[in-house]
T-cell receptor, first 113, second 118 residues
Framework: KNQVEQSPQSLIILEGKNCTLQCNYTVSPFSNLRWYKQDTGRGPVSLTIMTFSENTKSNGRYTATLDADTKQSSLHITASQLSDSASYIC????????????FGRGTSLIVHP | NAGVTQTPKFQVLKTGQSMTLQCAQDMNHNSMYWYRQDPGMGLRLIYYSASEGTTDKGEVPNGYNVSRLNKREFSLRLESAAPSQTSVYFC?????????????????FGAGSRLTVL
């Protein structure tokens, strides 16, 4: 069964600090991995997508990495801001077979001033 | 350009009552989805419609029915609500279901509908 595990479940940091969120998956065969940001009371919004051949991709202060060999991804947030407080969800899709992406449970990030 | 619009945003029901959640998208997307989100569980797919005229069960379809009314609209119906259906429901759409796995397009979500069943 395809699974996506995220850690930590929750994280509290001070404004201006960096943090890294982890995502491990067992989805096979792998097609792509997306990180979504979900603000409180809103729907998830895509931050970035990683395909098999990509190791690192940046979107402003967000940098995603992918190690397809170990089936791990990370999302690094630099110089955190209060607006980064949200849930970050890792979503993995497979090639062929089921087209339905597999969602992780998310990491809840709280940035304190 | 509103994207994906869901109504209502909040609803309280008594056990056994029925209701319909409405969803409309204005992006000319072919595929639409209904998810539920529960604390600690992540998003789970209830039903999806790969294209107008088709619907299929997702991971947790029991207790729900759906209708793809036209290309823009996809509704979710609870015929006899149960407390276990207390959740936040999200509608989403994508350009093409078959291309989701390729990463060629992305899921666009609505703002959610919070349902409480007493």
């Amino acid at each position: 069964k395809n699974q996506v595990e995220q850690s930590p479940q929750s994280l509290i940091i001070l404004e201006g600090k960096n943090c890294t969120l982890q995502c491990n998956y067992t989805v096979s065969p792998f097609s792509n991995l997306r990180w979504y940001k979900q603000d409180t009371g809103r729907g998830p919004v895509s931050l970035t997508i990683m395909t098999f051949s990509e190791n690192t991709k940046s979107n402003g202060r967000y940098t995603a990495t992918l190690d397809a060999d170990t089936k791990q991804s990370s999302l690094h947030i630099t110089a955190s801001q209060l607006s980064d407080s949200a849930s970050y969800i890792c979503v993995v899709s497979s090639k062929g077979g089921s087209y339905i992406p597999t969602f992780g449970r998310g990491t809840s990030l709280i940035v304190h001033p | 350009n509103a994207g994906v619009t869901q109504t209502p945003k909040f609803q309280v029901l008594k056990t056994g009552q029925s209701m319909t959640l409405q969803c409309a998208q204005d992006m000319n997307h072919n595929s639409m989805y209904w998810y539920r989100q529960d604390p600690g569980m992540g998003l789970r797919l209830i039903y999806y419609s790969a294209s107008e005229g088709t619907t299929d069960k997702g991971e947790v379809p029991n207790g729900y029915n759906v209708s793809r009314l036209n290309k823009r609209e996809f509704s979710l119906r609870l015929e006899s609500a149960a407390p276990s259906q207390t959740s936040v429901y999200f509608c989403a759409s994508s350009e093409n279901f078959g291309r989701l796995s390729s990463g060629a397009n992305v899921l666009t979500f609505g703002a959610g509908s919070r349902l409480t069943v007493l």
